[in-house]
Nanobody, 124 residues
Framework: QVQLVESGGGLVQAGGSLRLSCAAS????????MGWFRQAPGKKREFVAS????????YYTDSVKGRFTISRDNAKNTVYLQMNSLKPEDTAVYYC?????????????????WGQGTQVTVSS
């Protein structure tokens, strides 16, 4: 059974940083691309970043380019999201997910397993 557990969320002032982690178990982690999504109250879940199985390919939504960095450690079965220069509009619950393939994916439907989410709140 695949299990994804996010951690690292919290309350931070605008301009601050947070590092999210997602620990995976129950799967051969290194064979899956991974992604981060977020969902703000009253809004649809949206794509944030994705990384290929090897970590060699990364893709970001435009609103976080230059501020967020996705990375992975296959030896630790963990994917990370480093978030810098945070803005109030980044406030959301952040979810990690396993892609259905090894390659970059950006649509919710392309991801099969999801974590429970971690809250990120950015105050102005």
């Amino acid at each position: 059974q695949v299990q994804l557990v996010e951690s690292g969320g919290g309350l931070v002032q605008a301009g601050g940083s947070l590092r999210l982690s997602c620990a995976a178990s129950g799967l051969t982690f290194s064979t899956y691309a991974m992604g981060w999504f977020r969902q703000a109250p009253g809004k649809k879940r949206e794509f944030v970043a994705s990384i290929t199985w090897s970590g060699g390919g990364k893709y970001y939504t435009d609103s976080v380019k230059g501020r967020f960095t996705i990375s992975r450690d296959n030896a630790k079965n963990t994917v990370y999201l480093q978030m810098n220069s945070l803005k109030p509009e980044d406030t959301a619950v952040y979810y990690c997910a396993t892609s259905n393939s090894k390659m970059i994916a950006t649509m919710v439907a392309d991801f099969g397993s999801w974590g429970q989410g971690t809250q990120v709140t950015v105050s102005s």
